[in-house]
């Protein structure tokens, strides 16, 4: 999984109304805690919905390189056979995970406080990214890690044989750094305490929760203060997988900006931690509405109706929102292009060091198709032309981005002229049926020769 394989190239085409029904896949980061959790607990773990992108087929694989049984079942379905808490076995193989950002820092806190050693690898992009976000806090309790320059992968990780509890403060807003800390103190003895200063995405926390784990949550003069208690017995568990919500912002932005359109998303997961775009379209303008609201799971769950809304407003997005849409930006910023004003996005350095860097892969294909985009280290601004007032014609770097590459889509389903993808492979990463859901929506997203 270390790398794409060959480049698709895309192109994307002004489209007629999209109309019907659109089933996303199932959630990326949940399908992820899934599998590991599933892996730390004694006994069978029921999966339904599970996202079979590339990224959590790679988790897949790594719980089995450390001794989990885990098998496929059906479509979505899985059934993983834990080995408990502390239960891992070393890898016999280089673990590559590869575009995963998710999917190798989790597997790295879950394995830091156990006496084992594993590799990781990844794709060129993952191999780009920090690392050091999570070896630093696992180095708190005991891990080492030898990596490239940067903290880069490939690395090493050699788990600690004494692990001891830690208190840690997060330098920043990433639900990866806080989860891969509460799975390495899983295996420690005593409380392993995680400081926030601004909530992110409780996935984890969640889980951990309904698995059996001791866990707690307080709102303090700190911060966002999260309580784990070691060394549990994790209870295996039948989880149903809610559908993606940034899965399902491609085909709700899209369905903003195309003339005529009406389109439901069903089974979105809304979790207030990941919710935050929808939020902001609604901030806009945008004609959304979330349809039989539910609980399922633990999760929040709705069903999104998005139809086209050609009276969207540019606003400035609350900086405090970040943390629960950071993934949505770039769709986003498609919408902002056809929103009549500047849409202002502060507090958002984390796109920087994402699969890319989000901000400048945007606004460099948004500058090609016409746009107006200014950008800062920590935030970007585009001006909207309203509705119909993107001229396209640009080809645009993906980036080995899959986010990048579906947001170029959705934008060429709107523009004047067409959108052309260098590279539309990545997709797969995330969202392996983009391609005949939006289709079957009535988008004109063909790959092409070259």
Same mark, same amino acid.
């Given at each position: 999984?270390? %790398?794409?394989?060959?480049?698709?190239?895309?192109?994307?085409?002004?489209?007629?109304?999209?109309?019907?029904?659109?089933?996303?896949?199932?959630?990326?980061?949940? #399908?992820?805690?899934?599998?590991?959790?599933?892996?730390?607990?004694?006994?069978?773990?029921?999966?339904?919905?599970?996202?079979? %992108?590339?990224?959590?087929?790679?988790?897949?694989?790594?719980?089995?390189?450390?001794?989990?049984?885990?098998?496929?079942?059906?479509?979505?379905?899985?059934? &993983?056979?834990?080995?408990?808490?502390?239960?891992?076995?070393?890898?016999?193989?280089?673990?590559?995970?590869?575009?995963?950002?998710?999917?190798?820092?989790?597997?790295? %806190?879950?394995?830091?406080?156990?006496?084992?050693?594993?590799?990781?690898?990844?794709?060129?992009?993952?191999?780009?990214?920090?690392?050091?976000?999570? *070896?630093?806090?696992?180095?708190?309790?005991?891990?080492?890690?030898? %990596?490239?320059?940067?903290?880069?992968?490939?690395?090493?990780?050699?788990?600690?044989?004494?692990?001891?509890?830690?208190?840690?403060?997060?330098?920043?807003?990433?639900?990866?750094?806080?989860?891969?800390?509460?799975?390495?103190?899983?295996?420690?003895?005593?409380?392993? &305490?995680?400081?926030?200063?601004?909530?992110?995405?409780?996935?984890?926390?969640?889980?951990?929760?309904?698995?059996?784990?001791? =866990? *707690?949550?307080?709102?303090?003069?700190?911060?966002?203060?999260?309580?784990?208690?070691?060394?549990?017995?994790?209870? !295996?568990?039948?989880?149903?997988?809610?559908?993606? !919500?940034? #899965?399902?912002?491609?085909?709700?932005?899209?369905?903003?900006?195309? !003339?005529?359109?009406?389109?439901?998303?069903?089974?979105?997961?809304?979790? !207030?931690?990941?919710?935050?775009?929808?939020?902001?379209?609604?901030?806009?303008?945008?004609?959304?509405?979330?349809?039989?609201?539910?609980?399922?799971?633990? @999760?929040? &769950?709705?069903?999104?109706?998005?139809?086209?809304?050609?009276?969207?407003?540019?606003?400035?997005?609350?900086?405090?929102?970040?943390? #629960?849409? =950071?993934?949505?930006?770039?769709?986003?910023?498609?919408?902002?292009?056809?929103? *009549?004003?500047?849409?202002?996005?502060?507090?958002?350095?984390?796109?920087?060091?994402?699969?890319?860097?989000?901000? /400048?892969?945007?606004?460099?294909?948004?500058?090609?198709?016409?746009?107006?985009? /200014?950008?800062? @280290?920590?935030?970007?601004?585009?001006?909207?032309?309203?509705?119909?007032?993107?001229?396209?014609?640009? *080809?645009?770097?993906?980036?080995?981005?899959?986010? =990048?590459?579906? #947001?170029?889509?959705?934008?060429?389903?709107?523009?004047?002229?067409?959108?052309?993808?260098? /590279?539309?492979?990545? =997709?797969?990463?995330?969202?392996?049926?983009?391609?005949?859901?939006?289709?079957?929506?009535?988008?004109?997203?063909?790959?092409?020769?070259?």
């Amino acid at each position: 999984m270390s %790398g794409h394989g060959p480049a698709i190239p895309m192109t994307s085409r002004k489209c007629g109304p999209l109309t019907g029904e659109a089933h996303v896949p199932g959630d990326k980061s949940i #399908s992820h805690r899934s599998l590991i959790l599933g892996a730390m607990a004694v006994g069978e773990t029921h999966i339904t919905g599970l996202l079979e %992108g590339e990224d959590v087929l790679g988790t897949a694989d790594a719980m089995r390189a450390f001794g989990a049984d885990v098998e496929r079942v059906g479509d979505g379905e899985w059934r &993983v056979h834990g080995v408990g808490v502390g239960g891992f076995a070393e890898p016999e193989q280089v673990i590559d995970c590869g575009n995963a950002g998710t999917g190798v820092r989790l597997i790295m %806190g879950a394995m830091a406080t156990q006496p084992i050693t594993a590799t990781f690898t990844g794709d060129a992009s993952l191999r780009s990214r920090p690392m050091g976000r999570v *070896t630093d806090p696992i180095a708190l309790f005991g891990a080492q890690s030898y %990596g490239r320059e940067g903290g880069r992968l490939p690395m090493t990780i050699v788990g600690a044989r004494a692990p001891v509890a830690v208190r840690y403060t997060t330098p920043m807003a990433s639900a990866q750094v806080k989860s891969a800390v509460l799975l390495a103190g899983l295996n420690v003895p005593g409380k392993t &305490v995680v400081i926030e200063k601004e909530a992110t995405r409780d996935h984890t926390e969640r889980m951990l929760a309904g698995f059996g784990a001791d =866990i *707690t949550v307080d709102d303090t003069d700190e911060g966002h203060v999260i309580t784990l208690t070691g060394q549990p017995e994790l209870k !295996p568990q039948s989880i149903a997988v809610p559908r993606d !919500p940034s #899965s399902a912002a491609f085909p709700v932005c899209a369905a903003l900006i195309v !003339p005529g359109s009406d389109v439901l998303v069903p089974n979105i997961g809304l979790n !207030p931690t990941r919710a935050g775009l929808f939020y902001t379209l609604q901030d806009m303008g945008a004609d959304l509405t979330f349809e039989n609201e539910r609980v399922e799971g633990g @999760e929040p &769950v709705a069903d999104l109706r998005a139809r086209y809304s050609p009276d969207m407003k540019g606003i400035v997005v609350p900086p405090e929102r970040a943390a #629960s849409m =950071i993934d949505e930006y770039p769709i986003l910023s498609v919408v902002a292009a056809f929103a *009549t004003g500047t849409t202002n996005m502060p507090g958002v350095h984390e796109l920087r060091v994402k699969e890319s860097d989000r901000i /400048d892969a945007m606004a460099k294909g948004l500058r090609a198709a016409g746009v107006t985009v /200014d950008e800062g @280290e920590d935030w970007w601004a585009v001006d909207g032309l309203g509705p119909d007032g993107v001229r396209g014609g640009a *080809t645009v770097a993906t980036v080995l981005d899959h986010r =990048i590459a579906m #947001s170029f889509a959705c934008l060429g389903m709107a523009t004047q002229k067409p959108i052309h993808l260098d /590279d539309g492979s990545p =997709i797969a990463t995330s969202f392996p049926v983009f391609e005949p859901l939006m289709a079957g929506l009535g988008a004109q997203l063909v790959r092409t020769n070259t």
